[in-house]
């Protein structure tokens, strides 16, 4: 069996490799590894609206049970409210049951420890463990877990955005596509609750729907339909609400480094941005970097994945991070990405100044990128070799300040992917296949 987790969790195609009984295996195991002390033990559950989850949830929850592990059911929420709400209920541990931006038939199940904190490779490595070895021993008559409904837990999670976002937003024009998925209820509210004007669209999940040409990953609805009502800009969201993009009020899309950018410079006017840094992955455009520059602001970089964003940002104890496909960190209110803070720190920032999107977002200009995938039999060694880094060496060197270069084996396919950089378009893309070439070479 190759490794269950990855990047963000356990995720397959739901019923086919993401099973029942897999579902229940894990659960069982997370009891297991993630539960200390004495006396009931609570975990939180929730799950996005995508049909499968309705099984899987039931599934974990056997699973927890069996356990002895009682479960607050939460329901339908956001993957930020259920780490949230694993801090906030001081429960043993957090399961969010989404595949994110994936389409319905996927699904995932990813876990918080104590906290609302992901896990790390080694504590994920040791329910893998506990999956192969089998339930263990198994409590009966009242030492089973029990399972009882939370409530309170939307309205809980709005509160917590509402008194960590003060700013009001009255005036301000918002269309929020929802992706037909877990920010569906918690996003407009959230908006309207502090001032805005929501327009939400795609926002009636049935279960079928989610991320179905709409949503972070689909963004020409949501530009539409910011031109049509005439908004002040547009956010999306994806199926569990971690990530935020936004559109101005022309249309044009503000990704993910742009809204860190925006952020960034917000929060170091404000005296939080801590030691004036910025946590990015390697694939934030040259572009923030440059900007960030100019603005007295340092970027550190992790790897792709936002979990190596959480990692940098507590490590080094830094206030925001994030990746440009919206995941955006902001630590002192969330534990992990959160797409409504993040769309709330931003009209926020527009409120203050009385300034458009697109005029604060424009001091970043994000540079030409071309992304070339090559398929290998041998990741390692096509990265390797001398003759790939020569390559390299000589496309950095025709680059210099003005353009970079990224060479990185894909974590999942045999693929190396090659992505430049550069002052326009034509220069970007010849770099691109020089490079490209030297890895087909070594096939």
Do not use: W
Not at 17 to 32: F, I, N, P, R, W
Not at 321 to 336: C, M, R, W, Y
């Amino acid at each position: 069996m190759g490794r269950l987790f990855g990047t963000d969790g356990v995720r397959g195609v739901a019923n086919r490799e993401l099973t029942a009984e897999l579902a229940v295996a894990l659960g069982s195991a997370a009891a297991q590894r993630l539960c200390t002390g004495t006396g009931r033990r609570v975990a939180v559950v929730g799950r996005d609206p995508r049909a499968s989850g309705e099984m899987l949830e039931a599934a974990v929850i056997a699973g927890l049970a069996s356990q002895g592990v009682d479960t607050l059911r939460a329901g339908v929420l956001p993957t930020p409210a259920v780490a949230y709400l694993t801090r906030a209920y001081d429960a043993d541990f957090g399961v969010m049951i989404s595949a994110s931006h994936n389409p319905m038939p996927d699904n995932g199940i990813k876990f918080f420890g104590p906290g609302g904190h992901k896990l790390d490779d080694a504590t994920e490595d040791q329910i893998e463990d506990l999956v192969a070895a089998g339930p263990g021993l198994r409590p009966i008559g009242a030492d089973l877990g029990r399972v009882r409904d939370a409530d309170d837990a939307l309205d809980r999670y709005l509160r917590h955005l509402s008194d960590t976002h003060p700013t009001r937003l009255d005036g301000l024009t918002v269309v929020v596509d929802c992706a037909h998925g877990a920010a569906s209820d918690a996003g407009p509210r959230a908006y309207r609750a502090a001032g805005a004007t929501v327009i939400a669209i795609n926002a009636e999940p049935d279960g079928l729907n989610i991320n179905d040409g709409c949503g972070s990953t689909h963004l020409e609805p949501l530009r539409a339909a910011v031109l049509a009502h005439g908004a002040d800009l547009g956010l999306a969201h994806d199926g569990d609400a971690d990530r935020c993009l936004a559109v101005d009020a022309d249309g044009r899309v503000i990704d993910g480094d742009a809204i860190m950018v925006v952020l960034a410079l917000a929060m170091r006017e404000a005296g939080e941005l801590a030691d004036a840094t910025l946590v990015a992955t390697v694939m934030s455009n040259l572009g923030l970097h440059l900007a960030m520059r100019a603005a007295g602001v340092t970027v550190r970089t992790t790897d792709v994945g936002d979990r190596y964003v959480l990692e940098q940002l507590r490590a080094g104890g830094f206030t925001l991070g994030g990746e440009q496909s919206g995941h955006i960190v902001l630590p002192q209110v969330a534990t992990t990405g959160d797409g409504i803070v993040t769309g709330l720190r931003l009209m926020a920032r527009i409120a203050a100044t009385g300034t458009s999107l697109a005029e604060l977002a424009s001091v970043m200009r994000t540079l030409p990128q071309v992304l070339i995938n090559v398929q290998v039999t041998d990741k390692a060694d096509a990265v390797g070799h001398p003759s790939v880094r020569e390559a390299v060496q000589r496309a950095e060197a025709s680059l210099g300040d003005t353009g970079r270069i990224l060479l990185r084996p894909s974590g999942t396919e045999q693929l190396v992917r090659v992505m430049v950089e550069a002052a326009d378009e034509e220069t970007a893309r010849q770099v691109a296949d020089d490079v490209a070439d030297a890895v087909r070479a070594r096939r």
